[in-house]
Nanobody, 120 residues
Framework: VQLQASGGGLVQPGGSLELSCTVS????????IGWIRQAPGKQREGVGC??????TYFEDGMKDRFTITRANANTISLHINGVKSEDTAVYYC????????????????WGQGTQVTVSS
């Protein structure tokens, strides 16, 4: 089982960014994928997730600027519009369980993160 987040980098405030989560060893037809981020000095927080049927859920405050889609058979994308300084974080993807509109990462189904830095 492998998940790899990619696409991070330096982006100016107000810009947009697309991150990718590429998986192997399991099928996106059977596993939902969530995005989680960790800003410097802060705890990890959920961003949102996409279920096997394409339904998306977002944490409070995330819905307006974040979009999650399935790009292909083994890739999930996270698109961020109008990036802000507070979006600076390491972004992780994980296979998740979804219940009641909330998602919970599965142990052992985390990928290495990708750094997003928002700065002018």
């Amino acid at each position: 089982v492998q998940l790899q987040a990619s696409g991070g980098g330096l982006v100016q405030p107000g810009g947009s960014l697309e991150l990718s989560c590429t998986v192997s060893g399991f099928s996106l037809d059977y596993y939902s994928i969530g995005w989680i981020r960790q800003a410097p000095g802060k705890q990890r927080e959920g961003v949102g997730c996409i279920t096997t049927d394409g339904t998306t859920y977002f944490e409070d405050g995330m819905k307006d600027r974040f979009t999650i889609t399935r790009a292909n058979a083994n890739t999930i994308s996270l698109h961020i519009n109008g990036v802000k300084s507070e979006d600076t974080a390491v972004y992780y993807c994980a296979a998740v369980d979804v219940a009641g509109g909330r998602f919970y990462p599965k142990a052992g189904y985390w990928g290495q993160g990708t750094q997003v830095t928002v700065s002018s």
